[in-house]
């Protein structure tokens, strides 16, 4: 999958000389929680809703609220904004892009194709992703196994429950307890929950968790 499947698009933007407050507004009437600023057609800067809530007073401030309200309005979003920002291309891969931003604690990352702005790609997207990996909405029986880390041993699985009738909904690998190992992870339909437990017996370590899951 590559980001310009998942992505935001077209964006909403904002230009650099605009007040912090109005930015503020635009994401809560939007609900979106980053703006890619934009100086004609080339991207200065992005800024996100907690880079204004931070610019915003507190509640332990002493001035009133007409000085508050001058000096809120002479902030705009060039004095705020990231100006180094981190972009990637349509054609990233999704993982690339969640990569980039665990490694940098950002929450989003502006597309672009040909050096223009085409979307956004964010962390809700990435969530979204998850979900749908995971059928998270559709009805099946779920289990979570470890499984030895050995070549063959999905096919092994996967076999068992196809040969059965299952249809598989989902399936996803994670780290074991050890380098030995895996955790496996999926979600088939067509099949009781004690027939599931039955095939896979002879070709896991442990297992788990098992339940069926409704919609």
């Known amino acids: ?52 809530l ?27 904004m990231s100006k180094n920002v981190i972009t990637v291309s349509a054609d990233t891969p999704i993982e690339e892009a969640a990569y980039l931003m665990d490694e940098n604690k950002i929450g989003g990352l502006p597309v672009v194709a040909k050096g223009e702005l085409v ?4 962390e809700t997207d990435l969530f979204r992703i998850f979900l749908e990996l995971m059928s998270a909405r559709q009805p099946g029986v779920r289990v979570t196994a470890l499984v030895p880390d050995k070549p063959g041993e999905l096919d092994r699985i996967t076999h068992a429950i196809a040969e059965a009738g299952g249809d598989f909904l989902s399936m996803g690998t994670f780290a074991g307890e050890s380098s030995m190992n895996r955790i496996l992870t999926f979600k088939v339909r067509n099949l009781e929950e004690d027939r599931v437990r039955e095939l896979i017996a002879p070709h896991i370590e442990k297992l788990v968790d098992i339940r069926t899951c409704c919609d």
């Open 54 to 80: 931070n610019a915003s007073p507190s509640d332990a401030t002493s001035l009133s609220v007409w000085e508050l309200n001058y000096l809120l309005g002479k902030i705009t979003v060039k004095d705020i």
């Open 119 to 122: 979307g956004l790609i964010t």
């Open 1 to 52: 999958m590559l980001v310009k499947e998942r992505m935001s698009s077209p964006v909403i933007t904002v230009g650099p000389d605009l007040p912090i407050m109005q930015a503020l507004d635009l994401m809560k009437k939007n609900r979106i929680r980053r703006l890619p600023v934009m100086k004609g057609d080339k991207m200065v800067g992005i800024i996100s809703e907690g880079d204004l």
